[in-house]
Every structure is written in C-alpha cells, then in structure tokens.
C-alpha cells in the first residue's frame, strides 16, 4: 500500500515541515511488514500558487528535508469544480502510486473532501482523517461567541455548514 498525505492550500505554511513532512519520514523509514511501499506528500494548490517560484523553492526544501518522502505538487484549477479536478489529480496519483491500495492521510476537512473525490480515481483506498482541531467552534469563537445559541443567523448558518462539512469528513473516513 502507499500512504498518500494530502495538504490542501497549506504548502506555503512554516509548519508543514515539522507536522507533515518529518512524520512522513519516519513512516517511510520503518521496518517491518507494515512498512508501506511509499509515502507520498501531495500538496493540493491552486495554478495560480504552484507555478510561483516560492511554492517550488518550499517543495524543494521539503524534499531536503525527507528524500525517502515523495513531495509531489498537485495544482488544480480553481475556477473547475473540486470533482472534476479530482479526475486528473486521481489519475495523477493512481500513476505515482503504481496503482497500489492507497491510504489518504487528510490534514483537516478539506483536504478530506478532496480524497473523498479522489477516491474513485485511484482505486482500492481509505481516508484516515487528521482533525485540526474544533473548526465549527473555532469559528465561533472567532466572531466573539461563546455558543451557537448567542451568535447571529449568519454566524449559526455558517457554524451549521462547518459541522455538517466535519460529519461528512468523519463519515467517510475509517478513522479519525
């Protein structure tokens, strides 16, 4: 099987490099009969950010940094739907992967909702679901509210779709 890490929009973040690309590492250097055939860090961008010289030289440092990790730049185009990008990108992924089972390692709901795309691309595979931590009630307390119940409709409209977007994540994962 092939671990396939998958990192929506983030690539640009100074932290990928110790809280994706380090564990990536030490997953593809292990032993054992577990051990996967290979680990894959695909870096979800929109063209516009993965053609700039910055986002290359990052994919660079990151591939310094864990040569035993394939880091691998997935552009999609954003005026396209998530689902018909997920055609190429599936393809693109089923090739790196020498369609092997694959297990999707989602950093957050949208790297999940992409995999869930993905996932009739690429074959036999699995999502396992990387939780950033209370998004729903992150976004609450980022507009100054304690509770739904105390927040705005519009502020309760958008706390319902970010819930209803963690349950569908978490439904189509096999663990969390």
Known sequence: ????????????????????IDHMAVQASSVGPDRPSAVIAGFLEPVRHAARSTMLERLRAYRRRAPEVRVALLPY??????????????HRIRTMSKRLPIVFHCRGESAAEWAIDLKPYVGHSGIVLDIRGASPEELLFARGFDSRDGASAATQHEYDAACARLRRAISHSAAV
């Open 1 to 20: 099987y092939v671990v396939v890490h998958l990192v929506a929009q983030e690539a640009r973040k100074d932290l990928i490099g110790s809280q994706v």
């Open 77 to 90: 185009t954003s005026r396209l739907s998530r689902a018909t990008n997920a055609r190429w990108t599936g």
